[in-house]
């Protein structure tokens, strides 16, 4: 089974600051790799995937994710911070079936005015 | 609009009460399924079904049952609820294997 893990289950930054993310998983083969976002009673929204190709990966609301095979690695950032943005991200990745997937414990994101 | 509905969103029950909680997408896609989401635990993957009538299990299938009679439906059905069953639910359905899940918007349960 896999499983991933991510990095800081809270992390505060002020608006307009730097939001970095972190997510590790554990696969000998490169899985399928996505980020969703969680508001407030609600489901998860997917922010971006990696499947294959293009390593970078942009996604909405000015998120972007790079895959690093050899570390391991699918951090998400966004270059400014928006109070909007104050929400729970999980990290997940799915095997090669699309059949299982396999969800980090989530980061809490805080952003301070 | 494309969508993944859970029902009923709120739902308190005692002990070894059957229940069911209901799952319904309109996208024609042939892969759902279902997680619970617990504090500090992330979301795991209770059981999923490829098409009609093939489900299989996830990571904690124990004290749960699934059926999949229509394409669109995907049921979970606790027969005897117990307190570590208490948690946040969520149905999701996916397209084609590499595509992401389409979340349904939770069901909170209770279970005293």
């Known amino acids: 089974a896999q499983s991933v893990t991510q990095l800081g289950s809270h992390v505060s930054v002020s608006e307009g600051a730097l939001v970095l993310l972190r997510c590790n998983y554990s696969?000998?083969?490169?899985?399928?790799l996505f980020w969703y976002v969680q508001y407030p009673n609600q489901g998860l929204q997917l922010l971006l995937k990696?499947?294959?190709?293009?390593?970078l990966v942009k996604g909405i609301n000015g998120f972007e994710a790079e895959f690093k095979k050899s570390e391991t690695s699918f951090h998400l950032t966004k270059p400014s911070a928006h109070m909007s943005d104050a929400a729970e991200y999980f990290c997940a990745v799915s095997d090669a079936t699309g059949n299982q997937f396999y969800f980090g414990t989530g980061t809490s994101l805080t952003v301070i005015p | 609009e494309a969508q993944v509905t859970q029902n009923p969103r709120y739902l308190i029950t005692v002990t070894g009460k059957k229940l069911t909680v209901t799952c319904s997408q309109n996208m024609n896609h042939e892969y759902m399924s279902w997680y619970r989401q617990d504090p500090g635990l992330g979301l795991r993957q209770i059981y999923y079904s490829m098409n009609v009538e093939v489900t299989d299990k996830g990571d904690v299938p124990e004290g749960y049952k699934v059926s999949r009679k229509e394409k669109r439906n995907f049921p979970l059905i606790l027969e005897s609820p117990s307190p570590n069953q208490t948690s946040l639910y969520f149905c999701?359905?996916?397209?084609?294997?590499?595509?992401?899940?389409?979340f349904g918007n939770g069901t909170r349960l209770t279970v005293t």
């Open positions: 990696y499947t294959t190709g293009a390593t």
């Open positions: 696969s000998s083969v490169p899985p399928y």
């Open positions: 999701a359905s996916r397209g084609s294997y590499n595509s992401p899940l389409h």
